[in-house]
């Protein structure tokens, strides 16, 4: 009995591994599960989150805006500052932070369908943020160069290239000087950027090798997303403070989304591009990683990894401007796609792009 | 029932592993083949008059390499990316293993490639793109878990996977592993050959060692812990071969990956619960070719002593683990998956 129990049990799971499977492998085409799983009854697991996120926008669309304004994520977010500041540079440290890998994201990163591209959502604003500063030195190498200069020296390089485009353009420093993390996400909220840039360098402190990873903050809220959904569905109208929590979910949604894609875009940018150079350069792809900057800012943001101190050629070449040029560039050439995907180049980027 | 049988005579199931070093392939007609994963087409004309062929894989290209344009196209089980040639190569590949499972003519094959279970989705669907001219339908999954299929450990354990580039971890507790579930280390076999490498010709300054060569040693003494052989190798000194000693060099270099590995996995044991660590503990399996090192089992086994006892094991043929649970996987799949794909 106790036998036949365990082999029903485990030809279930068998089952549910078989369909996760395909449903992963349908994800990663682009695709939507066609004749297969339409047949059955259509219950909310069903349902894809993409489909339910913009049902519930579209629903709450009115009100929208009003939340945002009013409320925002800013009680949420200040009091988790706090607790992880002094975790952030060791994170930033830390080789294995974990990987991201798409069965996770999949559910809410349609390739065709941007939420930011449903609201047509423009971009003019762009705040970057140089690493470190002033008496906080970040990480250094061999020969001493510190990756707070490096980090202020090519976000201003990335600052003019963006500039010749007609985006303003933000930095939280713009010299030496030591800018606490909380300051730097008042900043960018209190400036109301549209984009968030944050960049860093790497050290790994046990391998001579040379490593670009792009970090973004998320949260696994799908699942509440769809059981929250679930839940009032079965006794609708909304009640007015289950809306206001499902609109602070849709927000940092798009959030989450966007700041995928322009993680993804500039990452695929920089690392091609300078595996041309160092053809020994890994790919670490982006991950989910909870840094204050990403978590407190509201508009899409992403921390850029783009060198490795600890390598000693690397060091040398980040010495020459020439090679910091070419990481604004490659930075440049990231965000600017992903703007160009979402329909939200300026004129004169389009220009530059027809050209 | 009918159906069924029909079924697997019209079908070829394969599992493919793509390898830094070594690929493999298994078909559920019973054939099962690896292949250095090396692809190297001829230089010119009359490199391909001296090669006689258009196309040479693994060893075969390895020995002819230098009348061919060589490339090892894989790296982490995604297609090394950057230069153009790389992409047909692993396309040449995947044809040649699948041609080494022996299909019949008009039979419909259906495959499912192992990738790191940290991929990027443009690398899986440059994986799929590559298979699926030869294939009638392709899915990918994450190598670790395929492995633990094909091994009947979806329960409790820990699979620590140590290949060329990469050691990858992947925790299996009766769900399908997550991000937090799977970790990679890059101190893996690459790693051991260039330690081993400078260890001998800091020891020996006169003899001439090659990468290759090294490597050979590795995959023939590789240990760890204590052993009473002492290893000798013969390397040319100004031409006439001779005996060195290499025993202490090989056991650091063989040693130099273990406190990685270690510590990643005791960190991932400590995040669970104490009766389910038990359970983990219980269950280490080692595979990929550093599984072979003499000795790994119980160095692995006794450091993790100070969490309580464990049970540390190595699978039994490290080569066709990934291939042989995907191949399982692409059969126990049903065909209305296969068809949508
Ligand atoms: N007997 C052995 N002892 C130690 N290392 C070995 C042995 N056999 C193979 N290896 C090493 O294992 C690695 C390849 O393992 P494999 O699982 O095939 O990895 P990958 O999938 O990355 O190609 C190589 O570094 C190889 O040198
Ligand atoms: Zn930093």
Not at chain 1, 46 to 74: A, M, R
Not at chain 2, 60 to 82: C, F, T, W
Not at chain 2, 222 to 250: A, R
Request: hydrophobic share 40%; glycine share 6%.
């Amino acid at each position: 009995m106790e036998i036949l129990k365990y082999l029903r049990k485990d030809s279930r799971f068998r089952q549910k591994i078989h369909k996760k499977i395909f449903l992963d492998n349908l994800r990663i085409m682009g695709k939507q599960p066609y004749q297969t799983l339409k047949k059955k009854p259509i219950t909310y697991k069903g349902i894809s989150p993409i489909l339910l996120t913009l049902i519930i926008i579209l629903l709450g669309y009115t009100v929208y805006h009003n939340y945002i304004t009013l409320q925002g994520e800013k009680t949420l977010v200040s009091s988790v500052i706090e607790s992880n500041n002094s975790e952030v540079h060791s994170q930033i440290q830390a080789p294995h932070v974990q990987r991201d890998s798409l069965k996770f994201l999949s559910p809410m990163v349609n390739p065709e369908i941007s939420i930011a591209k449903v609201f047509g959502l423009k971009v003019k604003r762009i705040m970057i943020d140089p690493g470190h500063g002033g008496s906080d030195p970040g990480t250094s190498g061999i020969i001493g160069t510190k990756e707070k200069n490096v980090a202020l020296d090519i976000a201003k390089r990335l600052k003019s290239r963006l500039e010749r485009y007609n985006y303003e353009v933000i930095m939280t420093r713009q010299e030496d000087e030591a800018v606490s993390l909380q300051k730097r996400v008042e900043l960018a909220n209190s400036s109301m950027a549209d984009l968030f840039i944050s960049i860093h360098l790497n050290y790994l402190p046990t391998r001579p090798a040379n490593i670009i990873e792009t970090y973004y903050f998320g949260l696994s809220f799908d699942e509440e997303v769809l059981k929250l959904a679930e839940k009032e569905n079965t006794d609708s109208p909304y009640g007015h403070s289950e809306f206001k929590k499902i609109l602070e979910k849709v927000n940092s949604t798009m959030k989450y989304e966007e700041s995928y894609r322009l993680a993804d875009s500039i990452q695929r940018s920089l690392f091609t591009n300078i595996k041309r150079i160092d053809s020994e350069v890994m790919d670490f792809g982006i991950k989910r990683a909870p840094f204050v900057v990403l978590l407190g800012v509201e508009m899409p943001s992403v921390l850029v990894e783009v060198s490795c101190l600890s390598n000693k050629v690397e060091e040398l070449r980040l010495n020459t401007w020439n090679y910091r040029e070419k990481i604004a560039h490659y930075i440049e050439i990231g965000i600017l796609n992903y703007l160009r995907n979402k329909g939200a180049l300026t004129h004169e980027a389009k220009r530059t792009e027809e050209g | 029932m009918k159906q069924k049988e029909q079924r697997k005579d019209d079908i070829l199931f394969v599992g493919v592993d793509l390898g830094t070093s070594r690929s493999s392939i298994s078909a559920s007609n019973g054939t099962k083949k690896w292949n250095e994963s090396y692809v190297g087409w001829p230089k010119d004309f009359i490199a391909a008059k001296v090669v006689g062929k258009s196309i040479l894989f693994g060893s075969e290209a390895l020995q002819n390499r230098l009348s061919l344009d060589l490339y090892r196209p894989l790296e982490r089980g995604v297609i090394k990316e950057g230069i153009e040639r790389n992409e047909e190569a692993v396309k040449e590949l995947i044809g040649y293993l699948i041609q080494l499972a022996g299909p019949k003519e008009d039979q419909k094959i259906y495959a499912i490639v192992g990738v790191p279970a940290d991929a990027m989705k443009v690398n899986q669907i440059a994986i799929k793109k590559a298979v699926s001219g030869f294939v009638d339908s392709v899915m990918v999954v994450s190598a670790p878990f395929a492995a633990a299929y094909g091994l009947n450990l979806l329960g409790n354990s820990l699979i620590i996977d140590i290949g060329a580039g990469t050691v990858d971890f992947c925790m299996m507790h009766g769900t399908i592993p997550d991000n937090d579930d799977q970790k990679a280390i890059l101190t893996a076999g690459d790693y051991i050959d260039e330690q081993l490498f400078s260890y001998l010709i800091e020891k020996y300054p006169n003899s001439r060692f090659n990468r290759n060569m090294v490597r050979q040693f590795k995959e023939t003494h590789s240990f760890v812990g204590d052993s009473s052989e002492t290893i000798k190798v013969e390397i040319p000194v100004e031409g006439k071969p001779l005996n060195h000693d290499i025993t202490n060099e090989m056991r650091r270099a063989c040693e130099s990956i273990l406190p990685a590995i270690i510590e990643t996995t005791s960190e991932m044991i400590a995040k669970f619960d104490p009766e389910f660590q038990i359970k983990i503990k219980n269950n280490i399996i080692l595979s990929g070719g550093g599984s072979k090192i003499r000795g790994i089992d119980n160095y692995i086994k006794d450091a993790l002593k100070e969490f309580g006892d464990c049970d540390v094991r190595c699978v039994e043929d490290p080569l066709f683990v990934v291939s042989d649970g995907a191949m399982l996987l692409a059969k126990d799949i049903p065909e209305k998956y296969w068809a949508e794909m």
